[in-house]
């Protein structure tokens, strides 16, 4: 598994009740931050463009280890939160979760995906999908694993992590993107407080 080493420098940051760390439709700043700066250890790299949704480009957040590993680096896609209708990858809080892996070795972007106010379901779940299936593609020019590719999220982008993680491409959520040649299948997933109930809107914690 790829993230179990990771768990404890997660924690404390995260020992609050979620209604003190989160707030729909902000940057989830209320959050102390983990990094005031980008480490020195750390390569980071914004505004790459991973793909397109609804013709409009999309764009995703590298952090990565600036001394090249002897081997392949495992790789995290990570996956905002904000009610699917707010927030942004460079957020505060989100590129603080990107800095934290890319100094435990791990190759890590942070997306963008279609907001609810720009399109509705499943833009979003195919947004993140053509996300993986660019980082697949890329494997070899940034040093991956492409066996070993995770994604990460929170809230809304817990959500959409677990529907990476239980829906191959007979699901009809691959969208057309980008990257069609390569598999949107990740080999990890954490769910950090993903919505999975829509019966009754509650939300019982992380899984």
């Given at each position: 598994m ?40 750390v ?16 764009h ?22 904000g ?27 942070s ?8 399109a ?13 299936r ?43 993107g ?30």
């Amino acid at each position: 598994m790829l993230f179990p080493a990771l768990l404890p420098l997660y924690a404390e940051e995260h020992s609050r009740p979620s209604q003190e760390r989160e707030a729909e439709g902000t940057e989830f700043n209320s959050a102390k931050r983990l990094y005031d700066s980008v480490p020195e250890t750390v390569e980071f790299i914004k505004d790459i463009e991973f793909g397109k949704g609804g013709g409009k480009p999309l764009h995703l957040t590298i952090a990565r280890p600036k001394k090249k590993p002897s081997g392949l680096m495992p790789a995290v896609v990570y996956v905002h939160g904000g009610g699917w209708r707010a927030n942004d990858k460079d957020g505060s809080h989100f590129t603080d979760k990107i800095l934290m892996l890319a100094e435990n070795g791990f190759f890590a972007v942070s997306i963008n995906y279609r907001l609810s106010g720009e399109a509705g379901f499943p833009s979003a779940i195919e947004d993140t999908k053509c996300a993986v299936r660019f980082v697949r593609a890329h494997a070899k020019e940034y040093q991956i694993d492409p066996t070993h590719i995770g994604a990460w999220g929170e809230s809304a982008g817990g959500h959409l992590v677990a529907l990476i993680g239980t829906s191959d491409a007979k699901a009809g959520l691959e969208g057309g993107g980008g990257w069609a040649d390569q598999s949107s299948r990740v080999q990890a997933v954490v769910d950090y407080y993903g919505p999975a109930d829509f019966l009754t809107g509650k939300n019982p914690g992380s899984t």
